[in-house]
Nanobody, 123 residues
Framework: QVQLVESGGGLVQAGGSLRLSCAAS????????MGWFRQAPGKEREFVAA????????YYADSVKGRFTISRDNAKNTVYLQMNSLKPEDTAVYYC????????????????WGQGTQVTVSS
């Protein structure tokens, strides 16, 4: 049974940092891409960042480029999202997802999802 468990969310002031973790289990993810998405109240879920488990290619939404960094630890089967220079508009529930296929920004390209972790950035 595939499980993605996010952690690391919380309340932070604008300009601060948080690191989200996504622990993956239940299968081999070497052929997968791992993504982070977020959903703010009243808004649609949107792509944040993705990484290819094999090779480590990374992709970012324009809104977070230069502030967020996605990485992985193969030994721990864990993906991270380091978030710096946080802004109030980054406030959302952040979801980890795993999927095969080419497209990394499209929600339907992901097969497995975590429960989400809340990130709140105060001004």
């Amino acid at each position: 049974q595939v499980q993605l468990v996010e952690s690391g969310g919380g309340l932070v002031q604008a300009g601060g940092s948080l690191r989200l973790s996504c622990a993956a289990s239940g299968r081999t993810f070497s052929n997968y891409k791992m993504g982070w998405f977020r959903q703010a109240p009243g808004k649609e879920r949107e792509f944040v960042a993705a990484i290819r488990w094999s090779g480590g290619s990374t992709y970012y939404a324009d809104s977070v480029k230069g502030r967020f960094t996605i990485s992985r630890d193969n030994a721990k089967n864990t993906v991270y999202l380091q978030m710096n220079s946080l802004k109030p508009e980054d406030t959302a529930v952040y979801y980890c997802a795993a999927g095969v296929g080419t497209w990394y920004r499209i929600i339907s390209e992901y097969d497995y999802w975590g429960q989400g972790t809340q990130v709140t950035v105060s001004s």
